[in-house]
């Protein structure tokens, strides 16, 4: 096809055939502790991503704990269950090309790595939200912390519950020493370099 | 661009410039009573979608159930809220321009219609499956009217549950004079008219 072309079609046919790789499907999953920074991190990548073209979908563990998971508890058993819920619409997303980020505490390797597995490794970015437990009680967004350490509430993670911290993240975040925008951007910046945008 | 360009140039170019519109999100909602057969027209439109090179999500009232839904029952709150989980899940979907088959009884026109609203009604397709309940009674694929009618479940739509049957569906079927492909085939050609592939 090409010699049939003048050079300026040819730069333009080469830049429309490139487009369907930029329509990867991706799945930003965040984790980390309550309070750590995740759903700040999430709604300031999304914008960054919207305004990059990309549409998004944001799947943030309490908004979906009120529709899909409403009932659901704290139990490992009903975390999990949390988790593959918000793992099966990912995937779906992700199947059609489409990007999501997830921000859900999903304390536990096992079932990260099952929705990794699930989604596909290619297509999974995991960001481990490192912020130290000292300083999620402190911020105490939902005031979870100082329920637990009265004894009001039990299984939060980080008090009695484990968190065990991802092995093998692709990106790790500090949130002390950066804000949610320029952790944005580092992720922004790994997603373009990943081929993603 | 176009005087710059031979004819047989111009016409790739065309067809790839036309692909963008090809992938434009859509939810094909198939509704009618236990044993009308919508399963088995979701799973003939999915196979020929995925033929024509379309990915697709099969969203079945059954499986959802186990997965998205497990622990919710069958009273009206119940069902509502099965149904808006799937509606959410199909909308997040069409948002990425993908195509998703619903099959649920989706007994009610209320909650269909606001399905309809949330995912947007030029991206809305409604199938009414329309058999009969003494045909779907005669089939009873799952036993379930055998068991309405020896009283040990209640709430069975169509039996002591109200199905109201849609106003205005997109498309409605004939299950007793046609088989599930040629149904399939139906829908397939009312979404190639309207563009969706």
């Known amino acids: 096809m090409a010699r049939h072309m003048t050079e300026p079609i040819k730069e ?9 790789s930029t329509r990867r499907g991706v799945c930003i999953w965040l984790t980390g502790m309550s ?3 995740k759903t700040t991190t999430a ?10 073209g990309r549409q998004v979908t944001l799947l943030d563990g309490d908004l979906v704990r009120s529709l899909l998971s409403k009932g ?6 009903d975390r999990d269950a949390n988790i593959r819920r918000i793992g099966f619409v990912a995937r779906e997303i992700v199947r059609h090309d489409g990007a999501v980020i997830c921000a859900a505490v ?3 390797q096992e079932i990260r790595n099952e929705i990794r597995q699930d989604i596909g490794s290619d297509n999974f970015v995991e ?9 999620c009680e402190a911020r105490d967004r939902k005031g979870l912390y100082a329920r ?19 092995q093998h993240p692709d990106i790790t975040l500090d949130t002390v020493t950066h804000t949610a925008a320029e952790n944005a951007r580092l992720i922004l910046d790994y997603l373009r370099q990943c081929g993603f945008l």
């Open 12 to 20: 333009v046919m080469d830049e429309i055939l490139a487009k369907p």
């Open 106 to 108: 999903s304390p536990y």
């Open 35 to 37: 309070s750590a920074g």
């Open 148 to 166: 637990a350490r009265r004894g009001e509430i039990s299984g939060l993670t980080g008090i009695d519950d484990p968190y065990e911290p991802p």
């Open 72 to 77: 659901l508890g704290y139990s490992k058993e």
């Open 127 to 135: 960001v481990f939200v490192n912020t130290p437990l000292e300083v």
């Open 43 to 52: 709604e300031a990548l999304a914008e960054l991503l919207t305004a990059s």
